[in-house]
């Protein structure tokens, strides 16, 4: 609620409240967006390498309420706030702005510890090896997502209007207050919380480990068994508690680090891991344009929203913003039909638990995208359709047409955002090393930050260059004599090529395949938690008998002849 809160009218206060121009408030906006969606990566590699989630949480949450409170003062006093006279405004002054915004990055910094760490910590309290909870795991982050935008759709149906027609500090008041109650209550449940233990000192360090081995041993050459490759025992990964991640076939040069004959080898599964990290990056890469178009939610669609009639009866006008709830709404509402309804529906049929691989949901979320934009080109060009008709093209010009016409790019938008946006999330989690699931989760985060900023940019270029070479802005401060239908329509064609990229790379991903051995008495137990395009999750239990009791009180005993029998 407090992010939504002053993200889905950032645009708005802007230009009303510190006169900012048009495309100077939308890349203002993407900016500082971005920016809280980016700065996860140092809260997520704070939590891996030295505190964990909990406690990076914990001060990032601080920082956070700071950076509201602040924002608040911004937006209540007087000092703090342009000056006006007989309805004439004056522009903000320096130290006016560079408050506004200090407040506003503050609460960036904030965000890059509580982000990436909040929803991987509720994931941690889940034992991927118990089937019960494994089960329960996989609906977790459908209503993680549920929850986070009933939060969104309480700021966009109730706190944008209270911002417009009630004041802007009560406006930001209300999310600080609630932000404060609401970990509170988090603290709480402090004593019930699972922590999870840090098994590598530093997991960025493991991979640039395993990059430098696998150049410097480039000029040797690979077995052609993958068993001759580098790995420690089983029981070493039973004592320390670690996963052993099994060996892949993709990005076979990396297996190099691994080669006996190297002056300091990396195991199999350091290996593995790090080739996890860079499938994931191929796929981050095919997540910035969706990021991009979901930029327009609260940039172009709201300043889009402010030229149509809003009016709802007895002089009462919704805000442009709060058109921004029906992302929300259908969201909402599809969640309990997907969790519910679609998941065991094709559970029956394709044997997998999460009904479709995460890829495949990523997929049918990027297609409702192209949807969306589509659908938004078309709307658009029925509104310019309309200011030709009743030549409504001046500058605060009310377009005879009503704003529930976006309605339908919106609802594309939160149905999208169901496959999308949660599908992001868990796959990103999901198929992170077990040491770095929270830096895992902020290829979500900085997928989304990035898309922000390459939509600030999008929109300065297309901007500059519609200029240079027409002489009319396709985004101009004056939407209603720009050429905002061919700036979606350019949207839409990358969208689609875009999907069409997705869906080749998936087809070549390999999912994360591992083992855990624990031992009970004299039985090494195995089990196997695998991912792949087919079947989804599969599990694994094999034991194996180990007669000779080679390990002993933590020490290897070598004396003794060793006799192993192999179930599964």
Not at 67 to 95: D, E, H, Q, W, Y
Not at 112 to 125: H, L, R, V
Not at 228 to 257: C, N, W
Request: aromatic share 12%.
């Amino acid at each position: 609620m407090a992010f939504y809160g002053v993200a889905s009218n950032l645009v708005v206060y802007l230009t009303t409240e510190l006169h900012e121009d048009t495309v100077s408030s939308v890349r203002s906006a993407n900016n500082w967006s971005g920016s809280v969606w980016i700065t996860p990566i140092l809260g997520a590699y704070i939590a891996d390498t030295y505190f964990g989630r909990f406690w990076t949480f914990t001060i990032s949450s601080l920082i956070y309420v700071l950076g509201m409170i602040l924002l608040t003062m911004a937006v209540s006093l007087k000092t703090f706030r342009p000056t006006c006279t007989n309805g004439v405004c004056n522009k903000a002054t320096p130290s006016q702005i560079a408050f506004f915004y200090a407040s506003l990055y503050v609460m960036a910094i904030g965000a890059g510890g509580t982000k990436p760490n909040i929803s991987t910590f509720g994931a941690d309290q889940f034992d991927d090896f118990d089937p019960r909870e494994r089960k329960l795991k996989a609906s977790f982050f459908n209503w993680w997502m549920f929850s986070s935008f009933l939060g969104g759709l309480m700021a966009t149906l109730g706190l944008v209007y209270i911002q417009e027609n009630l004041g802007w500090g009560l406006g930001y008041g209300i999310p600080t207050a609630g932000l404060m109650i609401s970990l509170l209550i988090f603290y709480l449940g402090t004593p019930n919380y699972r922590h999870k233990v840090r098994k590598t000192e530093s997991p960025a360090k493991e991979i640039i480990k395993v990059c430098a081995a696998a150049f410097s041993n480039r000029s040797l050459i690979l077995p052609n068994d993958p068993a001759e490759l580098y790995e420690l025992e089983p029981q070493h990964y039973m004592i320390t508690g670690k996963r052993r991640v099994h060996h892949t076939s993709d990005f076979r040069f990396l297996d190099k680090a691994a080669l006996k004959e190297g002056p300091r080898p990396s195991t199999v599964s350091q290996v593995e891991e790090t080739k996890l990290v860079i499938g994931m990056s191929i796929i981050w890469l095919a997540t910035l344009i969706p990021s991009t178009i979901w930029a327009q939610v609260n940039t172009l669609f709201v300043k889009q929203g402010t030229t149509l009639d809003r009016s709802l009866g007895h002089g009462f006008q919704i805000p442009a913003a709060s058109l921004g709830s029906f992302v929300t709404i259908s969201m909402l509402l599809s969640v309990p039909i997907y969790d519910r309804f679609f998941v065991p529906f094709m559970r029956r049929r394709t044997g997998n638990p999460r009904g479709i691989t995460l890829l495949q949901r990523l997929g049918i979320g990027f297609g409702f995208q192209v949807l969306a934009t589509t659908v938004a080109s078309l709307v658009e060009l029925q509104r310019m359709h309309a200011i030709k008709s009743n030549h409504a093209n001046g500058p605060k010009d009310i377009v005879p047409m009503s704003i529930f016409w976006l309605l339908p790019q919106y609802i594309l938008l939160g149905i999208g955002d169901v496959f999308n946006a949660i599908g992001l999330l868990e796959f990103f989690y999901d198929q992170s090393p077990e040491d770095m699931q929270s830096l895992g989760t902020t290829f979500f985060t900085t997928g989304i930050g990035v898309g922000n900023f390459l939509n600030s940019l999008l929109v300065t270029v297309v901007d500059k260059l519609t200029r240079r070479v027409g002489g009319k802005s396709w985004i101009g401060n004056n939407l209603n004599d720009s050429h905002l239908d061919y700036y979606y329509g350019f949207l839409m064609a990358i969208s689609a090529i875009n999907l069409a990229v997705f869906i080749w790379i998936s087809s070549r991903y390999t999912y994360k395949k591992e083992t855990l051995e624990v031992k009970e008495g004299k039985v090494l137990c195995v089990q196997m938690e695998g991912k792949n395009s087919s079947k989804g999750l599969s599990g694994l239990h094999a034991c194996t008998l180990d007669f000779s009791s080679r390990w002993r009180d933590g020490h290897m005993d070598d004396k003794k002849p060793k006799a192993h029998l192999n179930c599964q």
